[in-house]
């Protein structure tokens, strides 16, 4: 069988057999170029695995080869060799269909990392890629369930979004499916085998968010008692999630961005940098380019996130879906044949606006169903007012212990309830029992740790109320379920065995 062939197309002699021998060494076949017109002649007779462009070149700009090789639709990937600093070229290259780039000068690691992506996705050629995708559509095979043009639309796009590199920003009402579509893109992708890691913004303390990105090593702080990698480096080969990248403090977005822009890492406590091949897909429910105007959120990171946008449709824009929907989330909840729709019940679903949207939809079946007899729900049997969901609050009392951990630590007496309405009126939540009491003024030894303590405490406290339902203890902390549930993760805490 014979190797992949690369082309790589540039005009710098030196910089061309440097790329040549790293791919021979790779055990790949290489042709080479050195002006777009080569390149085009050698495009014309050879299929290629990968193709390499500098962007600058004698008689034309590899921008012209990336537009003619995506417009092929044949999904040949190419990536174009951006010089250092010009983030901006990268980013154009990838709007117009770049598959990756590399910058200058060419970090060979970097190179690697970014052929071998390129082959593992020209394993799977695109005409293949397409039956696939629609394979998937007609056996129903998709997560995003819907057979409205509007997800039929989606999923043609999320198929072709798969083959690249690019950053994606997903917009879409809460509820709307967003992580699933981000599921969706990681699954479909190169990048399949390798983690697909979903970071709720709106959920990490600001104190302790460098850390959770990047890491920290040994001894960075106290109670930094072991090396621990940060999201980055878990997602590492794979896919990053921003999910309400809206919600990142200033301070993080210039940390964030960097980390974007160079590729590399550091954690905390470290003195060198490492190298992070993650693709990032970000996630909002809110308008990011209003928040640009406002100076809420910094141009330059919103410039490098939005590379491709993709929004996702509200249900109500999509009722024909609602059958679909409803009786694959029935099926999951009762099993098969389990539970159906009464007479009335569909038409009375199509006259709701669904906020919340499909997760809304999830909840006011679940909670229908509890009401049903023998499984038949009844129009009765929906509370679609009382059905707002919990996911649309900012998680203030996370906020609050965000704030907390600047403010001065309470003194056990000051102790107030933990269920603080605005971030305004920031609690001092009461120290769980198993945490030292602290005097007035007194610091604790570990604050990450206490600051763990304190939520884990209170999250409990919540589940316990409401005997471990996750929707009603989400909506009584003010957190999206999602929320709830990474916290509950991050915290190990359990559902109690039935
Ligand atoms: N098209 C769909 N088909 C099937 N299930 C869906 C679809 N869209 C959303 N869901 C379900 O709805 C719920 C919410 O989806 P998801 O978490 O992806 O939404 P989101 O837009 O990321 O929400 P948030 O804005 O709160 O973060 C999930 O349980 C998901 O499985």
Same mark, same amino acid.
Request: net charge negative.
């Given at each position: 069988m014979s190797s992949p062939r690369i082309l790589v197309v540039d005009d710098e002699a030196d910089l061309r057999e440097l790329l040549e021998i790293t791919l021979v060494k790779m055990g790949l076949d290489v042709d080479s170029?050195? +002006?777009?017109?080569?390149?085009?002649?050698?495009?014309?007779? +050879?299929?290629?695995?990968?193709?390499? +462009? *500098?962007?600058?070149?004698? *008689?034309? +700009?590899?921008?012209?080869?990336v537009r003619e090789v995506a417009g092929t639709g044949r999904g040949t990937p190419i990536a174009v060799i951006t010089a250092y600093g010009s983030a901006e070229n990268a980013v154009i290259a990838l709007k117009a269909g770049a598959f990756d780039y590399v910058s200058k000068p060419v970090v060979l690691d970097d190179l690697r990392t970014m052929v071998r992506s390129a082959l593992r996705l020209s394993e799977k050629p695109a005409a293949q890629a397409a039956q696939d995708a629609e394979a998937g559509i007609e056996a129903g095979n998709s997560r995003l369930l819907g057979r409205s043009q509007a997800m039929q639309a989606l999923r043609a796009q999320i198929g072709r979004l798969a083959r690249s590199q690019a950053p994606i920003a997903i917009n879409g009402e809460s509820g709307s499916g967003k992580e699933l579509a981000a599921r969706e893109i990681? %699954?479909?992708? %190169?990048r399949a085998g390798k983690p697909f890691v979903a970071v709720n913004c709106g959920a990490i303390p600001e104190a302790l968010m460098e850390a959770e990105f990047f890491g920290y090593r040994k001894g960075a702080f106290t109670g930094a008692t072991d090396e621990r990698d940060g999201f980055f480096q878990a997602a590492n080969g794979g896919t990053l999630m921003l999910d309400e990248v809206a919600d990142l403090p200033l301070a993080m977005q210039v940390k964030l961005l960097r980390a974007i822009q160079e590729r590399r890492v550091r954690k905390i406590g470290a003195t060198a940098e490492e190298a992070v091949d993650v693709r990032i897909i970000s996630a909002t429910h809110k308008n990011l380019a209003r928040l640009v105007e406002n100076g809420q959120f910094r141009q330059d990171l919103f410039y490098r996130l939005?590379?491709?946008e993709l929004t996702l449709p509200p249900l109500r824009e999509r009722l024909d879906d609602l059958p679909l929907l409803a009786d694959a989330i029935l099926v999951r909840l009762a099993g098969p044949g389990n539970a159906r729709l009464g007479a009335g019940v569909l038409d009375a679903l199509r006259g709701y606006a669904f906020p919340g949207n499909v997760r809304e939809l999830e909840n006011v079946l679940e909670r229908a169903l509890a009401f049903a007899n023998d499984g038949v729900i009844e129009v009765g049997d929906l509370s679609l007012k009382g059905a707002r969901l919990a996911g649309q609050g900012e998680a203030p009392q996370l906020q %609050?212990?965000?704030?907390?951990a600047a403010a001065p630590v309470p003194a056990p007496a000051a102790a107030q309830g933990a269920s603080a309405s605005a971030p305004t009126m920031a609690p001092t939540p009461a120290p769980p029992d198993s945490l030292p009491a602290l005097g007035a003024g007194e610091l604790p030894s570990n604050l990450p740790d206490y600051l763990c303590q304190i939520e884990r405490d209170i999250i409990q406290r919540a589940l316990q109320q409401t005997q471990f339902n996750r929707t009603q203890a989400a909506s009584l902390l003010g957190i999206s379920v999602r929320q709830l549930r990474y916290q509950m993760q991050k915290l190990d805490i359990h559902a109690p065995e039935p």
């Open positions: 170029a050195s +002006t777009v017109r080569e390149a085009r002649s050698l495009l014309g007779q +050879t299929e290629y695995a990968l193709v390499l +462009t *500098d962007m600058r070149l004698p *008689d034309g +700009t590899g921008l012209e080869l990681h %699954a479909q992708s %190169a939005n590379v491709i %609050a212990l965000a704030q907390a």
